[in-house]
């Protein structure tokens, strides 16, 4: 018996790394489903918290993971693309509400960029971490991508996209509840604008409609923000 | 189910051809959403394969957002450098973009309602 070879070949073959995310997300659906959907059971958040829980334990470093975490991730842009689908399904909703879904998505990719650096900036960060909080609300690889064009840390901004999508997630059901905002293209569109595609995999569970507004909203406000970050980061300097 | 895979993986190409060619500031899986969203438009239909198999790939979207966290642990020192102030900045950020145009959008639907009605 070798278990030394047994142990390496668990901390650095991809099959472990696809292995491990797929359990960690069904044993996060299940508890999910325990939890009769309660949003602090969120699977993104549960399943991430197993999955480091998993790697702190074996003491597998990030970089081996990623081997086989890459081939789960690899599957964002397949999906981001199929989100065309459900969209085509709200065409007459979208052609009727044209108007004021582009002005609220203009608005929102500036309230994403303005809010998160005003905080920062009250709360004295240094400038690059200001510089990496300009892209909290994209969806990752927009953000990375606009964060280095302006002198960012691109890390750190995928840090921001990932925790504020959690956070997006877990809070948007209860605060639109006590709002009383129960309009699932508003949902959608909301949830699209603040937090991405972790949002938008919440809002798909609540209705499919809101998660198509979810991926228009996503996308656009990528495309709103990498036009507006770089006209505005020469303000931080 | 490869049907499926040619549309999705075929228009994520296409975009990602397009953006890096025109180096347009949208990663080439949003252009690819955006294109299939015109073809299907056009064509005034929904093959059947994607009818069937898009529901069920992206009930699953959780799953693909799970590597991705575990970056924190890879980035946890850089974080911990700025500690609640960063906890503060995420949290109030997110609310305020999710309240705000939320509320812009109620507001612009109902006067668009109401203009439509008149």
Known sequence: MNLDAAMVVIRTSPLTGVFVTLLAYKLAVLFNRRCKGHPLSNPVLIGVLLLLTWLLATGTGYRDYMKGGIMVQMLLGPATVALAVPLYGNLSRLKRAAGPLAMTIVFGGLVGIVSAVGVGWLLQLPQQVLLSLTTRAVTTPIAMSVSQGIGGIPELSAMFVILSGIFGAVIVKPLFGLLGLRDDMVLGIATGLSAHGIGTARVFQLSETAGAFAGLAMGLNGVVTAILVPLLAPLLH | ?118
């Open chain 2, 1 to 118: 189910m490869i049907e499926t895979l040619l549309w999705l993986v075929g228009y994520q190409l296409a975009g990602e051809l397009i953006s890096r060619t025109f180096s347009l500031p949208l990663p080439g899986p949003v252009l690819g959403m955006l294109l299939l969203f015109v073809t299907l438009a056009m064509r005034k239909s929904v093959p059947e394969s994607l009818k069937l198999n898009v529901p069920r790939f992206l009930s699953h979207l959780s799953l693909l957002f799970i590597p991705a966290g575990a970056a924190v642990l890879a980035y946890r020192d850089l974080l911990a450098g700025f500690g609640w102030q960063l906890i503060v900045v995420l949290a109030v950020s997110t609310v305020l973009t999710l309240l705000l145009p939320g509320l812009l959008l109620k507001l612009l639907l109902a006067r668009h309602r109401h203009k439509e009605e008149a």
